[in-house]
């Protein structure tokens, strides 16, 4: 016997009260998934907000005019002639991008977290939402969870955690769906504890988390010798999910760990799956590009900035939106059995968490994390490029002495990418605080324009 899922059905019931239909969207994405998805979906979807936005949305109605040929028959071509959308044009331009038939949308604001210290404001429709959720729900049923299954969020932003619990209708939504929410904008010793114990007793079908809280978390029942017992699986989030992460991860939490890729304007933007090579693009609500420093397509397999347009959104379109993001696009465009859709093949981290030499050499983060990995008397770091010629190491130590032939290793390696007139800084605090949003900045580099060369 086919056992009821009471949770889902009441979930379902309820968003459709708020005027949220994403149950349908849910139910349409998973045959669809199933049965093997129409290689042109994401074609007609472009196609279809394009024509939107020539109709009703003033900012890209003038520009669409200005344009020669039409995006009927090849709009991924098309779409390469419209300017890229950033945050300050977006706050410039608020009135020109909203659509001119919002009104006849349920929408709602949204605002970012900011975890560059840089917040936006924009706006958000219900069908857009609806289809977001849908996404999200698909991908964890994929990795095991349905909707209504026990879930665990190690979430790090205070905002979002008070507004995941605060009124009745959030303690409702909460409560069915079967999900619980840890704050980890501070994980101490105790409260880390409490939620290894946490996880012990209710063992859900899903963690979702914040990769760098979780890895902490990791690292700290590791060197208190605390039994974690095999949990069911995880999705990591909201910050770069090194491989060194990704292995301590699963060897205390004894479960496969799956790299989640989204934001609070787009939702799910990729995630891997079970059976996936890379992360897999929803072909509903997302389409990707890669470009380079000068806004030029790169090929697929090429480093560059990432473009995301939304799909969904039509009381604010984003066409063309930097994320701030670096990334790879993979030729592959199937990603399990007859599944299509892009594969975003990696993800380098953020504009800013990449360091450039004088000479303009790119220096990931993962350098720097792997430089770092593997070194007892190190708690937590925080590497800033302060110049083209300075960069300073912020280290909270374990309690053990750190051995000046490994500081002088680091100066010597920093140097080695860096330049030999690179000053190496090493600063020993008792606290790094993550920021605003709550997530944890391993990486910073203060060097805004990479054409400017200062000292």
């Known amino acids: ?237 909201a910050g770069m999910l090194y491989p060194y992460m990704r292995q301590e991860i699963e060897k205390v939490f004894h479960c496969q760990v799956f790299n989640r890729y989204g934001s609070t304007e787009f939702g799910t933007i990729a995630c891997e799956r079970p059976g996936c090579e890379g992360l897999w693009v929803p072909p509903w609500t997302i389409y990707l590009e890669i470009v380079d420093n000068h806004s030029n397509p790169v090929p697929n397999g090429t480093e560059g900035n990432i473009l995301v347009t939304s799909l969904s959104n039509y009381a604010m379109p984003l066409i063309r939106y930097r994320v701030g993001d670096r990334g790879v696009l993979s030729s592959i465009t199937t990603s399990k059995g007859s599944t299509s859709g892009q594969i975003l093949q990696d993800i380098l981290g953020r504009d800013n968490d990449i360091f450039v030499t004088r000479e303009g050499a790119i220096i990931h983060a993962s350098y720097f994390a792997i430089l770092l990995y593997f070194r007892d008397w190190i708690k937590r770091y925080q590497v800033i490029q302060k110049s083209y010629c300075k960069v300073i190491f912020r280290i909270v130590k374990t309690g053990s002495e750190c051995p000046q032939i490994e500081l002088n290793e680091l100066t010597k390696r920093t140097k080695e990418v860096m330049g030999e007139d690179c000053v190496v800084h090493f600063d020993f605090v008792d606290e790094i605080p993550a920021s605003n949003s709550g997530k944890f900045r391993y990486i910073i580099s203060e060097v805004a324009d990479p054409g400017k060369k200062d000292a």
């Open 1 to 237: 016997m086919t056992r009821i899922n009471y949770r889902k059905q009441l979930l379902i019931t309820l968003s459709l009260m708020r005027g949220l239909n994403w149950g349908y969207y849910y139910e349409r994405f998973q045959r669809e998934d199933q049965m093997g998805i129409h290689p042109d979906t994401s074609k007609k979807l472009l196609s279809r907000i394009l024509a939107h936005c020539q109709q009703s949305v003033p900012y890209y109605q003038e520009i669409i005019h200005n344009l020669e040929g039409s995006f009927e028959d090849d709009p991924f071509t098309y779409l390469q002639r419209l300017p890229i959308l950033t945050k300050d044009i977006i706050r410039s331009h608020f009135n020109e991008l909203k659509s001119t038939d919002i009104n006849q949308r349920k929408w709602r604001f949204a605002t970012t977290g900011g975890s560059t210290g840089e917040s936006l404001r924009f706006i958000a429709d219900s069908e857009h939402s609806a289809r977001a959720f849908a996404v999200t729900s698909l991908i964890s049923k994929s990795i095991g969870a349905e909707v209504g299954e026990s879930e665990i969020l190690l979430w790090g932003s205070p905002r979002e955690i008070m507004h995941g619990t605060h009124g009745w209708k959030a303690a409702l939504q909460t409560k069915l769906s079967n999900s619980q929410i840890l704050d980890a904008s501070q994980l101490t010793s105790e409260r880390m504890k409490e939620y290894i114990a946490i996880f012990n007793a209710k063992r859900p079908k899903l963690i979702m988390a914040y990769a760098d809280a979780l890895y902490e978390l990791a690292r700290f029942a590791e060197r208190e010798k605390l039994e974690v017992y095999p949990q069911n699986a995880v999705v990591t989030s």
